[in-house]
C-alpha cells in the first residue's frame, strides 16, 4: 500500500518547464475609488411623507432626504400634539386644533422633504 501525495511533482514531467507566474507586477499608479452616490427622487420623499402621514406617521420622507434628525423630531413631536389635542377635544378646542396641526404636518412634512432632497442631490454632486 503506498501514499500518493497530490502535491508532489509528477514523475517523467521534464524539470526544465516553465513555470506560470501567478501574478503579475503591481500596477505603478491606482486610481482612487471614486463612489458615486445615485440621486434620490424628490417624488419618493414627498410621497413618503403624504402617504404615510395619512396614518398619522410623519418625517419618513425627511428620514429618506438624509435629514434623520428632522424626521425624528417630525415623528415625536406630532404624537405630543396629537395627544394634546386629544386632550383637548374635551374642552372643544381640540376639535378645531387637532386637524389644522394635522394639515401643517401634512403640508410642513412634505416641503421639508423635498427640500431635503434638493439638498442631498446638490452634496452629491459636489456643488
Do not use: C
Not at 500500500?1 to 521534464?14: A, L, N, T
Not at 445615485?38 to 420623499?45: E, L, M, V
Not at 432626504?65 to 378646542?93: D, E, H, P, Y
Amino acid at each position: 500500500m503506498s501514499y500518493h501525495d497530490p502535491y508532489q511533482q509528477h514523475h517523467g514531467v521534464p524539470a526544465d518547464l516553465p513555470v506560470p507566474a501567478q501574478y503579475g507586477p503591481p500596477p505603478a499608479y491606482y486610481p482612487p475609488a471614486v463612489v458615486v452616490a445615485p440621486p434620490k427622487s424628490t417624488g419618493a420623499a414627498v410621497a413618503l411623507e403624504l402617504i404615510l402621514g395619512l396614518f398619522g406617521i410623519f418625517g419618513v420622507g425627511n428620514i429618506y432626504a438624509g435629514r434623520i434628525v428632522t424626521g425624528v423630531v417630525l415623528m415625536v413631536s406630532f404624537w405630543v400634539l396629537f395627544w394634546i389635542n386629544f386632550f383637548l377635544v374635551f374642552l372643544v378646542v381640540g376639535l378645531v386644533t387637532m386637524p389644522l396641526t394635522w394639515l401643517a404636518y401634512l403640508a410642513g412634512g412634505a416641503l421639508s422633504a423635498a427640500r431635503g432632497v434638493d439638498q442631498y442631490n446638490l452634496r452629491a454632486i459636489g456643488a
